[in-house]
């Protein structure tokens, strides 16, 4: 059994609903990749802040002994973070000893190369990498002054929130481009629809042409300038079957 094909009106309209849906679908990924952007250098600002933060208060004359008389102050003070990484080791000078792990929910930095002492760390100077979980991380490592020593700063952390936040604000997109597409699918067939008014009238009027009538024309100002040549051809065709009769 031969399927019948789909009027013109449904395929124009599913045609734009397609290019509706396709074109807001590239402007969502557009503005996710923007917004994913923006996420990741503000949380790259962030850690960098914290790393000049610890500088400045390793580099305090009392912090060698606060680090140990009260290396729990200390680690209350500096983390504020849960989802933070935070150790200090000492130089290869002094043993290379781990002297304060903060807040280390099971995250392990890689091993770039540390910054230089007085170096100042930029947005390319961090590492991004993903756990085995999927969880976006970011982290890097610096030299640092303790009172008169050097120790070395490694510092990460894990944004979760931002995975859950981009999850949804996919979910977003992706309802947007369905609606989109739907109700450019519903304005379509309207204007589609008022569009082939003057077709319905063509036909009415042809309709109404018989043998006893072949005196009547299509009435052209109703056609649309693209179907003039058609209405003038059936009007030429009308006047050789009148003449005939």
């Known amino acids: 059994m031969t399927r019948a094909p789909l009027s013109l009106s449904?395929?124009?309209?599913?045609?734009?609903?397609?290019?509706?849906?396709?074109a807001s679908g590239l402007l969502g990924t557009y503005l996710y990749r923007s917004f994913e952007q923006q996420l990741q250098q503000r949380d790259?600002?962030?850690?960098?802040?914290?790393?000049?933060?610890?500088r400045q208060l390793l580099g305090h004359s009392g912090?060698?002994?606060?680090?140990?008389?009260?290396?729990?102050?200390?680690?209350?003070?500096?983390?504020?973070?849960?989802?933070?990484?935070?150790?200090?080791y000492a130089?290869?000078?002094?043993?290379?000893?781990?002297l304060l792990s903060i807040n280390a929910p099971g995250l392990v930095l890689p091993q770039p190369q540390p910054l230089a002492l007085g170096q100042a760390a930029w947005?390319?100077?961090?590492?991004?990498w993903q756990t085995p979980a999927g969880i976006p991380a970011a982290g890097l490592s610096a030299w640092a002054r303790l009172g008169a020593d050097e120790v070395e700063i490694r510092l990460a952390r894990l944004y979760?929130?931002?995975?859950?936040?981009?999850?949804?604000?996919?979910?977003?997109?992706?309802?947007?481009?369905?609606?989109a597409g739907g109700l450019a699918a519903a304005l379509m067939l309207a204007l589609i629809w008022r569009g082939l008014a003057p077709l319905r009238r063509l036909r009415a009027q042809a309709e109404a042409i018989g043998p006893q009538s072949l005196a009547a024309r299509l009435?052209?100002?109703d056609a649309p300038p693209e179907l003039r040549p058609l209405v003038d051809g059936v009007n030429a065709m009308l006047a050789r079957l009148e003449q005939g009769y």
């Not at 912090?63 to 200090?88: K, V």
């Not at 130089?91 to 781990?98: F, K």
């Not at 947005?123 to 991004?128: E, I, T, V």
């Open 10 to 22: 449904w395929r124009l309209g599913l045609s734009g609903a397609l290019v509706a849906a396709a």
């Open 44 to 54: 790259d600002v962030q850690l960098l802040g914290k790393l000049r933060q610890l």
């Open 63 to 88: 912090t060698p002994a606060l680090l140990r008389s009260q290396a729990d102050y200390l680690r209350d003070t500096m983390s504020g973070e849960s989802n933070a990484l935070i150790e200090i």
């Open 91 to 98: 130089a290869p000078a002094q043993g290379s000893g781990l």
């Open 123 to 128: 947005p390319q100077d961090l590492l991004h």
């Open 160 to 179: 979760p929130e931002r995975s859950a936040l981009l999850a949804s604000y996919r979910l977003r997109i992706a309802v947007a481009s369905l609606g």
């Open 219 to 221: 009435h052209a100002p």
